[in-house]
């Protein structure tokens, strides 16, 4: 499936607008890494990419955090969202807009999506009564709840009990529609398990839901009633509507948010926002009269000791404390090799250190070192040339990494970043062992030099493949490569009118000649100490 809006060859994804009731940890870093990893692949490919992240500002839990640290909320919410900006700059994502849900804009469009919704006749007054879990700003039913009517998600907190006047809507109107829509749509939610989970859950048959709360003055007021505020969700689903309206534009109006980038083609979320986004958001557009998104993956948790890594259990990790001990590369590489994405993965900080050795500081690089210093022995620093096509399609090397781009493409689509990393990881292996058995040092003093030379350019060519399948998940170690290749290219600084290294010409075996002047040998990624008890 190609994820590409043809006619425009754009491409929008975006991450979910996270809570600010506490300073981002790693689970929220989890979905960005990814997000700028599917942004930064799609770049590569000559796509116009919008990433859109930010933040979820009102609701009753930040109401209620900022009253215990006896701040106005809006207060509190300007003292975290820097913190979320910040990790993004130390993480190295390259996003495009940053929505905040309690800007002005934000709160013209979700007035007059109101107004087209509530024109439909889609909302209207009833009683809601039922078990409300704060943290998840959610009404659970009771089937739901663990003992002592605890939430299955936080499960240190009791849920609340709630019996008020609410406006509703009409989501069990679109049951039908919904469900052929998903008919129509198989790739609509992804992964299968997932889908499998909403068919399932739409199939028990859709209740409406309330889109107001009473007694919570943080949000904003409902546009016909201003004694009740508008339900976060409803709220923040629509912050992505508001991220797409341009800097420029004279009003912040419905058209103009719409104009260039809608639909979004991806929304990339946790695994407990999948209701929000594969069936409330898809409703709530079509009672609009919108086109709905392209799809929405649902990831998994990280985890520690089996539980939900995350602020209201405290079970976390501090992501800046991460980076600043093994930087960013490691840490996005990490993530997303190490879990596959969709199914939950726990953190553990032995397998963390010893992963970044094996594949980055052994494979990787140290195939980089050793290959660049025998280059400068045997072929006086200066890339053999040697014509491609001369390489037999037999060589190992060559017959992984003619169907190496294609394949790496197809997991970046899917995503499946794990298979990316393993896939590209079997070429640098492979490249390692090559040297091994082909032994260019005994090559050289038996006079072999085309034999030597043939080597090792198969080898630098395959150095170059990785580092360029790798470059949006380690834009820094593929740039280093890059440079000690002699090509200046910063895979962090890629314009986007005429992007420096695109796919087409890059992600093929065969790109390196002898124009390009070596740089000198450096390691690009320096092992780490082994911790005391491992
Ligand atoms: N504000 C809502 C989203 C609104 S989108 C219009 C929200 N915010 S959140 O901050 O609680 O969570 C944001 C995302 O972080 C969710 O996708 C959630 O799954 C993800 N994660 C939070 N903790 C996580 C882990 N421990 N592991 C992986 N992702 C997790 O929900």
Redo the contacts with the bound molecule.
């Keep these: 499936m190609t994820l590409v809006n043809k006619t425009k060859n754009t491409f929008v994804l975006t991450t ?4 600010v009731n506490d300073v981002p ?1 790693i ?2 870093a ?2 960005t890494i990814a997000a700028d990893v599917i942004a930064r692949f799609q770049r590569l490919l000559g796509n116009q990419v919008l990433l859109i992240t930010g933040t ?1 500002e009102h609701g009753q839990k930040i109401q209620r955090t900022a009253e215990n640290l006896g701040k106005a909320p809006q207060e509190f919410c300007d003292e975290i969202v820097p913190s979320f900006l910040n990790l993004w700059q130390v993480l190295n994502i390259q996003y495009d807009r940053f929505s905040r849900t309690t800007t002005a804009n934000h709160q013209a469009i979700v007035k007059e999506f109101f107004q087209q919704v509530w024109e439909n006749g889609d909302i209207y007054q009833g009683q809601q009564k039922g078990w409300y879990c704060v943290s998840c700003e959610e009404f659970k039913e009771e089937r739901e709840l663990l003992d002592d009517k605890r939430c299955p998600i936080h499960t240190t907190k009791p849920v609340e009990w709630r019996d008020e006047q609410n406006y509703f809507f009409r989501l069990s109107k679109y049951q039908t529609k919904l469900e052929e829509f998903y008919q129509s749509r198989p790739d609509f939610i992804q992964p299968a398990s997932r889908r499998n989970e909403v068919l399932n859950f739409v199939s028990q048959g859709l209740q409406d839901f309330s889109i107001s709360r009473v007694n919570l003055d943080w949000g904003f007021p409902v546009p016909v009633d201003s004694k009740h505020t508008l339900y976060v ?1 409803f709220d ?2 629509l ?2 509507v508001t991220a797409l309206l341009e800097p420029d534009d004279p009003e912040p109006t419905l058209a103009n948010a719409l104009k260039t980038w809608w639909p979004i083609n991806l929304h990339l ?5 999948l209701r ?1 986004h594969a069936v409330y958001w898809p409703a709530m557009l079509m009672s609009a009269n919108l086109p709905l998104p392209e799809r929405v993956f649902g ?5 520690k000791d089996g539980q ?3 602020k209201t259990l405290g079970n ?1 990790l501090d992501p800046i404390a991460l980076v600043k001990s093994y930087g960013s590369d490691a840490v996005r590489y990490y993530f997303l090799k190490e879990i596959e994405f969709g199914k939950d993965g726990d953190f553990n900080e032995i397998r963390f250190i010893n992963v970044l050795n094996a594949d980055l500081a052994n494979d990787l690089g140290n195939l980089l070192n050793r290959t660049l210093n025998m280059v400068q022995k045997y072929c006086a620093g200066k890339v053999p040339a040697i014509a491609p096509e001369v390489i037999p399609v037999e060589n190992p090397l060559k017959a992984i990494g003619l169907r190496l781009g294609e394949q790496v493409k197809q997991a970046y689509e899917t995503p499946a970043f794990s298979e990316a990393c393993l896939a590209v990881l079997s070429l640098v292996q492979a490249s390692n062992k090559f040297i091994d058995e082909q032994a260019p040092w005994s090559l050289y003093k038996q006079g072999k030099q085309e034999e030597v030379e043939a080597v090792l350019y198969t080898v630098l060519e395959s150095v170059r493949l990785a580092a360029y399948l790798l470059s949006p998940i380690i834009p820094n170690i593929s740039s280093d490569i890059y440079q000690q290749l002699g090509w200046g290219i910063n895979f962090n600084n890629q314009p986007e009118s005429s992007i420096a290294a695109p796919f087409t010409n890059h992600a093929k075996w065969g790109l390196l000649s002898d124009k390009q002047q070596l740089g000198t040998p450096q390691p690009i990624f320096k092992r780490i100490e082994p911790l005391k008890n491992d």
């Design positions: 979910p607008l996270y809570y940890h689970g929220s989890y979905t979820d969700w923040a689903l912050g992505y979320i946790g695994k407990d926002i929000f990831h998994g948790f990280l985890t939900k890594m995350g976390t």
